[in-house]
């Protein structure tokens, strides 16, 4: 199971379209970090019996900005680690942060505790410094952007995600470009879904697609392949005729968040102000509610009439709870940005994919077909 720990409510930057809530300086007590990692196992132990499968776990530290709590982060993962150990538990560790804090002393520790790294890092210093500044407004690109020196190369602990938004779309092109002539090999392209995208933005969106599929043919061609999620999320489900159920994000049954306050959430997207009671399933110390929480797990999906005869629904992400509950306002209901950027995407991967397929590019199908 998927278990992330929410460790603060306080941020150094202020995005402009920061779903994490208002910032405060409201943290994760000792006892309830703990608490959380007794409880994350606890039901990782379970499942891993009722399903006779061996108990896996991961678990990711969030926020606000999680290296504010730096102390807290490293005990509760030595905790993890020993108790994960204790209990025969394969644990994933993963944190996500805005790199401004990283510097080389926390790197040795990721590294030495094997971390895998989301890093907030909207592309180049114009994309970057539209939507993620100081609270005095400066942009924070300067400051985040020192700790691109730890990803460089072929063997990535971590990806770069970048936020693309009307208001920064602009730039997206020459931010995959700027990414990738700084030797970044594994990006994450997050739509903003949470705001109006103009007609205008919408076409600048298209043509920035096109042209870093173009820019992926090209790493590929030169032997020095990328990873952008998008790209080859959307040439897996061609290979595969679709989404596996695995594939799908386990919203409130194998994926849970964990707020500052031990209350328990479906995902972290939905921990917000930790005000969300229709989604709360319950509380660390208390346990599940789990009449409300079979309710919400049994209620996913996707109940558009119009998505039942589109060629692409299996490969569309019309499933994802959390971007449809945020864009429609319920868990099942597709908002029709999310069908325009899965056309969109899946246009531009199943170029990508025929191209580097009919050239038989050697690294393109090790990737893919581990040929
Ligand atoms: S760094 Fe993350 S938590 Fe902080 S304001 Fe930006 S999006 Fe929100
Ligand atoms: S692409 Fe659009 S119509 Fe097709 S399944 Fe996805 S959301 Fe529905």
Redo the contacts with the bound molecule.
């Keep these: 199971m998927d278990f992330t720990l929410c460790l603060t409510h306080a ?1 150094n ?3 402009d379209y ?1 779903y ?1 809530g208002a910032k405060s300086n409201t943290r994760m007590a000792w006892d309830v970090a703990r608490k959380a990692i007794d409880f994350a196992f606890h039901h990782t132990l379970r499942r891993a019996s009722l399903r006779g499968i061996p108990p896996e776990a991961q678990i990711g530290y969030f ?3 999680p290296l504010l709590e730096w102390p807290l982060l490293t005990r509760s993962a030595e905790y993890a680690l020993e108790s994960a150990a204790r209990d025969g538990i394969t644990l994933k560790k993963t944190v996500t942060t ?1 790199m401004t804090l990283l510097d080389e002393e926390k790197m040795t520790w990721f590294r030495a505790h094997d971390f895998y790294l989301g890093l ?1 890092l909207d592309g180049n210093a114009a994309m970057h410094d539209t939507l ?1 500044r100081f609270p005095d407004g400066t942009g924070s690109h300067a400051a985040a952007s020192k700790a691109l020196r730890f990803f460089r190369g072929s063997q990535p602990a971590g990806e770069i995600i970048l936020v693309v938004d009307p208001r920064n779309v602009a730039h997206l092109t020459k931010s995959v470009e700027w990414l990738l002539s700084e030797d970044i090999r594994n990006i994450a392209l997050n739509p903003n879904f949470y705001i109006e995208w103009p007609e205008s933005a919408l076409r600048t969106w298209q043509t920035a697609s096109e042209r870093i599929g173009d820019l992926y043919i090209d790493t590929y061609r030169a032997s020095q392949p990328v990873r952008i999620n998008v790209i080859d999320g959307k040439i897996r489900t061609r290979i595969k005729d679709g989404y596996a159920s695995c594939d799908k994000c386990g919203f409130g049954e194998n994926e849970i968040a964990i707020a500052a306050s031990g209350n328990i959430y479906p995902c972290e997207r939905i921990v917000g102000d930790d005000t969300n009671e229709a989604l709360r399933l319950g509380n660390i110390f208390t346990g599940f509610d789990s009449a409300k929480r079979s309710q919400i797990v049994a209620c996913r999906g996707n109940v558009i009439e119009e998505c039942r005869d589109c060629p692409v629904k299996d490969r569309c992400m019309n499933w994802c709870s959390c971007i449809n509950y945020a864009t429609t306002g319920a868990i099942n209901r597709v908002d029709g940005l999310v069908c325009h950027h899965e056309r969109m995407v899946i246009g531009v991967a199943d170029r990508v994919g025929a191209t580097l397929f009919a050239e038989s590019n050697p690294a393109f199908l090790a990737r893919f077909y581990g040929a």
Aim: charged share 25%; net charge positive.
């Design positions: 941020c930057l202020r995005c920061c994490a926020g606000g900005e805005n907030s993620r």
